[in-house]
């Protein structure tokens, strides 16, 4: 009996001071991107080229993971130099107003196997509105060329620009009110 009482005591210690490891994205194999459509008719992406994700993770399953985002406004990209400045101006982003975009999860949810339901604010436009997104772990690997641990994720979700103030100019035939995000990554420790 005494044994198995020391036995807990050192089971629940242990898991008491479980400390979360921090991973980065790795930004050569990460992206962030979104899609519009434009005049109903056809799709338009782009990518925001400045960004920065780390997770906080104490879970190797990563089923307690904390996700922190920033991107540069500026940095948005849709191949189009014309649009992009369109985009930065203060009918879309108004990136001198507000350079940066932001998310913090709030929660994570299990939604089957290596799928969660990611739960968070996110700021745009100096807006922040609370978003649910799909979250996919895709594995951990030991990285070959650094040696390290490299997990993978895919976040793919669908907000509404008109919730966040952008491009209230362009009514949605015109550009779908509905943007669709999808962010790829890979993130060492």
Not at 132 to 142: A, H, S
């Amino acid at each position: 009996m005494k044994k198995t009482a020391i036995i807990l005591s050192l089971f629940f210690l242990a898991t008491a001071f479980t400390v979360a490891t921090s991973w980065k994205n790795d930004k050569a194999h990460s992206q962030l991107t979104f899609t519009v459509t434009h005049l109903g008719v056809s799709d338009v992406s782009g990518v925001f080229n400045d960004f920065d994700v780390t997770v906080q993770s104490a879970k190797p399953d990563f089923s307690d993971a904390v996700f922190t985002l920033t991107a540069k406004a500026a940095s948005i990209d849709t191949r189009v130099e014309m649009r992009n400045n369109h985009l930065k101006s203060a009918d879309f982003f108004d990136v001198e107003k507000y350079p940066e975009l932001s998310f913090k999860s709030t929660s994570i949810k299990n939604a089957g196997k290596d799928a969660y339901k990611l739960t968070g604010d996110l700021t745009i436009h100096g807006v922040t509105k609370q978003v649910t997104l799909d979250l996919v772990y895709r594995g951990t690997i030991e990285n070959p060329m650094s040696k390290k641990p490299t997990a993978g994720f895919q976040l793919t979700g669908t907000i509404k620009r008109s919730d966040f103030g952008i491009g209230p100019k362009f009514p949605a035939p015109m550009i779908s009110d509905e943007v669709r995000i999808k962010a790829d990554g890979e993130f060492a420790q």
